[in-house]
């Protein structure tokens, strides 16, 4: 069953009910300025940092699921009757209703009783504000005597602090209306230096700023007293709520259709230029009036919407491909980049999963993200690398988090997790792929943001090294720290005690447990590394590197082998985590996919063992379930993993930020077909028929997906914030349709279904465009180049000496 359908030419996920299983939301903004949008125009508002400066309030686990948010109420002034357009919060019935969620806007439009309205909502370019273009049309034979009402809750910016500490907060909240104007300007007397304001194109008729009144007594926002009565109160706020609502009055002729704009901005002003007049404690607004004013007007509205789709047509533009699967199609050209640069901005930090208040962006996340984000926009991923990079500690280790408005490393958390600092080598890794930029391996960046301490980049990325080299366990593999990848195997923290932090309860000493996972990531970063040292003029170095990362993998194949799959860890006691001999948990999906994605036995046999033992003990229809068989108890040396119930998240959940790894592992064991139906199986766009089950949004990927012990096997949850993103980014388009940047060009190496004729691709790389054709004409992987007409060796095309920009590739398979 689905509730929408993807309309592919216009780059739109279009809904066409708006009782979804659960919000089907998108992200407004990609800069600084930010929201998240319902279908049925819930969600809120920040900038930059969804903890620190949250714009607007939004509860979360409310009922009904998504309360609070964008709202406009119209009212019909002959008949008193009230809706609104965007279904939420009236729920008045609705005779029409589409919610288009395109890329960085969202348009919900509707009708009732032949009203009908439509409201695009969006964050122009280099702008701190967003703008609701309501459009209103008189479907009707005769007049139409309509209000208009808008609605936002403001939050008082800590989000935190504004859903916990209630014995201030009720007494500080402060508004000021000038010219029609909303100005939110809690504790701007203070400390503060920013406001939010919010602005109406309409004449007013009124407005509201104090919920309660608004509201009315007991009132939810389902039955405003303003808007059943239709006449604003002209609250003003003083403690309690502060809200921002204005009142337009309009007549609308039969046939008639009128825009009002709607405009939330956020700005900072200079500390001693905080009032107006100086001696006042009145805000001064002469930064914010001329945003106001240009953007009330809408040509200027919708010239900043224009540049907006050139925008987003420019970024996608950069790698598009035509594959005999329309799945493939959209997620590459459309969505799947759409959510990298949601991943990239927002970590993990803010969707309708994660409340924003708790984690900032985390260090192993963000360098993940870089996969699927750096052909974007590389200059973004740049200054990316290097924050990353200065949160690392001196001795290699990195802090698990940082948050996005001070730069700096999370204390609550801390740091090791002992996969952590290789992460950064795979995140410079792929940028230097994609640019070509090796001026960054020179930039002096800090350790632990400490001023003094800056070493150039390179070093930071062997520090990494340095790191495991000297955490190695009894059985020279290494030693897990707080966790590796997977947060919630805790090998070292023995947790009994309800509420504790299953991975800062550190009460071993450390000194025995060893991941596998880990040692598969290192000699993969170590590999990455020797690339690195040895396109930088450090030969020496690269052989040292490249030694290193043999030795491990000698180690992983001594230690970590369990016969027909790669163990996962050992355990505090020295015990085998993931292997035969253990009753639950014997096979882990993990060492699986990184240790052959490190080109471990691929050579031997080992790699296409263990990549069948996964399809025969761990792939379901759904995806890939992390580990078989799920714990069924809590064990107290595992930790977390085994504190779900069978078949969510890591407990033997579909986790799907590690199936893009088998996809890779499959094409790099030459199975095109494989590796191409793993793919398919979490595929967002692949799984929209079964959206009754899927239940999260068809066009993002979710985090997981219920695993085959759950009672809701197929059942999705936690959509937009995952690795899941990059990776199936980075399997599809560098592993199955191969195109991929390396050091010296463009590789074409594609490892497709054998029942694929071929496709076509257009990239960018370098300021080159590429035309790729890739023909199919035997069952193999084998690759012939042919390039502007003329034969290339090998399989890399490399940049077009004579300044050309434009380059025809064909490539014959078999
Ligand atoms: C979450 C975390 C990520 C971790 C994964 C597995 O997605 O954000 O860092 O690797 O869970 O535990
Ligand atoms: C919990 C989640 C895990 C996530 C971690 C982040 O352990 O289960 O997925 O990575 O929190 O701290």
């Known amino acids: 069953m689905q509730y929408g359908y993807f309309d592919d030419r216009n780059r739109e996920y279009v809904i066409t009910r708006p009782d979804t299983p659960l919000p089907w939301i998108n992200y407004l903004g990609c800069q600084a300025y930010f929201g998240i949008i319902s279908n049925t125009a819930g969600g809120y508002s920040f900038y930059r940092d969804a903890r620190l400066?949250?714009?607007?309030?939004?509860?979360?686990?409310?009922?009904?699921?998504?309360?609070?948010?964008?709202?406009?109420?119209?009212?019909?002034?002959?008949?008193?009757?009230?809706?609104?357009?965007?279904?939420?919060?009236?729920h008045s019935g609705l005779e029409?209703?589409?919610?288009?969620?395109?890329?960085?806007?969202?348009?919900?439009?509707?009708?009732?009783?032949?009203?009908?309205?439509?409201?695009?909502?969006?964050?122009?370019?280099?702008?701190?504000?967003?703008?609701?273009?309501?459009?209103?049309?008189?479907?009707?034979?005769?007049?139409?005597?309509?209000?208009?009402?808008?609605?936002?809750?403001?939050?008082?910016?800590?989000?935190?602090?504004?859903?916990?500490?209630?014995?201030?907060?009720?007494?500080?909240?402060?508004?000021?209306?000038?010219?029609?104007?909303?100005?939110?300007?809690?504790?701007?007397?203070?400390?503060?230096?920013h406001f939010a304001w919010f602005a109406c194109s309409g004449e007013l008729a009124g407005f509201d700023t104090q919920r309660e009144a608004f509201l009315g007594p007991a009132r939810g926002w389902d039955r405003p007293a303003a808007v059943e009565r239709g006449e604003s109160y002209g609250s003003v706020a003083h403690g309690w709520a502060p809200i921002g609502s204005h009142h337009v009055r309009l007549v609308l002729d039969p046939g008639e259709t009128r825009q009002i704009l709607f405009v939330l901005g956020y700005q900072e002003n200079p500390r001693d230029q905080k009032f107006d007049p100086p001696d006042s404690q009145i805000v001064n607004k002469k930064a914010a009036r001329p945003a106001i004013a240009r953007y009330l007007a809408r040509e200027n509205a919708d010239a900043a919407f224009r540049k907006l789709r050139d925008y987003w047509n420019g970024l996608l533009g950069i790698c598009q491909v035509n594959t005999p699967d329309i799945h493939t199609d959209r997620m590459v050209n459309v969505w799947n980049a759409y959510q990298c640069m949601a991943t990239f901005n927002m970590s993990r930090s803010a969707s309708f999963y994660e409340s924003g208040i708790g984690r900032g962006l985390g260090f192993r996340d963000s360098n993940q993200d870089l996969l699927g984000f750096v052909h974007m926009a590389p200059e973004r991923a740049r200054e990316r690398v290097l924050d990353l990079a200065a949160t690392q500690l001196p001795g290699g280790g990195a802090y698990h988090q940082y948050q996005p408005l001070t730069k700096k490393g999370n204390n609550d958390v801390g740091g090791n997790f002992n996969d952590d600092p290789h992460w950064?080598?795979?995140?410079?890794?792929?940028?230097?792929?994609?640019?070509?930029?090796?001026?960054?391996?020179?930039?002096?960046?800090?350790?632990?943001?400490?001023?003094?301490?800056?070493?150039?980049?390179?070093?930071?990325?062997?520090?990494?090294?340095?790191y495991t080299l000297e955490r190695l366990g009894p059985h020279g593999l290494p030693l897990i720290g707080r966790a590796d990848w997977n947060d919630c195997l805790n090998l070292n923290c023995f947790s009994d005690t309800p509420g504790q932090s299953f991975q800062t309860t550190t009460n071993?000493?450390?000194?025995?447990?060893?991941?596998?996972?880990?040692?598969?990531?290192?000699?993969?970063?170590?590999?990455?590394?020797?690339?690195?040292?040895?396109?930088?003029?450090?030969?020496?170095?690269?052989?040292?590197?490249?030694?290193?990362?043999?030795?491990?993998?000698?180690?992983?194949?001594?230690?970590?082998?369990?016969?027909?799959?790669?163990?996962?860890?050992?355990?505090?006691?020295?015990?085998?985590?993931?292997?035969?001999?253990?009753?639950?948990?014997?096979?882990?999906?993990?060492?699986?996919?990184?240790?052959?994605?490190?080109?471990?036995?691929?050579?031997?046999?080992?790699?296409?063992?263990?990549?069948?033992?996964?399809?025969?003990?761990l792939a379901t229809p759904h995806g890939i379930v992390l580990q078989q068989p799920a714990y069924s108890r809590y064990y107290l040396q595992l930790g977390e993993i085994s504190s779900y119930p069978p078949g969510y998240k890591e407990n033997a959940g579909i986790f799907c930020h590690n199936n893009p790894w088998v996809t890779i592992a499959e094409a790099m064991a030459g199975n095109g077909e494989g590796a191409h139906d793993y793919y398919s199986r979490i595929n967002p766009s692949a799984r929209e028929p079964i959206s009754d089950v899927h239940r999260c949004e068809p066009y993002v990927y979710a985090q997981m997906i219920a695993g085959r012990d759950a009672p809701t096997h197929g059942e999705a949850k936690n959509s937009w914030l995952t690795g899941t993103a990059a990776w199936n980014y980075h399997a599809i388009t560098q592993w199955i349709l191969g195109i991929r940047p390396a050091y010296d060009g463009l590789r074409i190496a594609p490892v497709i279904p054998e029942r694929w004729t071929g496709f076509r691709a257009v990239r960018r790389f370098r300021g080159v465009t590429y035309n790729v054709t890739v023909r199919r004409q035997g069952p193999g992987n084998g690759v012939t180049l042919i390039v502007d007409g003329r034969p290339v060796a090998g399989d890399v095309v490399p940049a077009p000496a004579d300044g050309r920009t434009e380059v025809a590739v064909e490539a014959t398979l078999g």
């Open 508 to 617: 071993k000493d450390g000194k025995v447990a060893e991941s596998v996972f880990i040692g598969g990531l290192f000699v993969l970063a170590a590999k990455e590394l020797a690339a690195i040292a040895r396109h930088s003029g450090h030969a020496d170095e690269a052989a040292g590197y490249l030694a290193e990362g043999a030795r491990m993998e000698e180690t992983v194949r001594r230690h970590g082998w369990d016969g027909e799959w790669f163990l996962r860890a050992y355990d505090d006691s020295g015990n085998k985590v993931g292997s035969r001999e253990c009753a639950e948990g014997k096979i882990f999906i993990e060492p699986q996919g990184f240790c052959v994605l490190a080109g471990i036995g691929l050579e031997d046999g080992l790699a296409r063992r263990a990549l069948d033992s996964v399809r025969k003990h």
């Open 53 to 90: 400066r949250r714009i607007t309030r939004y509860r979360y686990n409310n009922v009904p699921f998504d309360t609070g948010g964008r709202y406009i109420y119209l009212r019909d002034d002959e008949t008193g009757d009230y809706w609104s357009p965007s279904w939420q919060p009236t």
């Open 424 to 466: 950064l080598i795979l995140g410079v890794a792929a940028y230097l792929k994609e640019t070509g930029d090796w001026s960054i391996l020179g930039e002096p960046v800090q350790y632990d943001n400490q001023p003094g301490s800056e070493q150039p980049l390179y070093e930071h990325l062997q520090r990494s090294i340095g």
């Open 96 to 193: 029409q209703y589409t919610c288009r969620h395109g890329m960085g806007y969202s348009v919900i439009g509707s009708q009732r009783r032949g009203i009908a309205a439509s409201t695009r909502y969006f964050v122009p370019l280099d702008e701190n504000l967003e703008i609701w273009q309501l459009t209103l049309s008189n479907q009707r034979l005769t007049r139409a005597a309509l209000s208009v009402f808008s609605a936002i809750e403001f939050c008082l910016w800590d989000a935190q602090d504004d859903s916990t500490n209630f014995q201030r907060n009720f007494s500080i909240g402060e508004v000021e209306i000038e010219d029609g104007v909303i100005y939110h300007k809690t504790e701007y007397r203070e400390r503060r230096d």
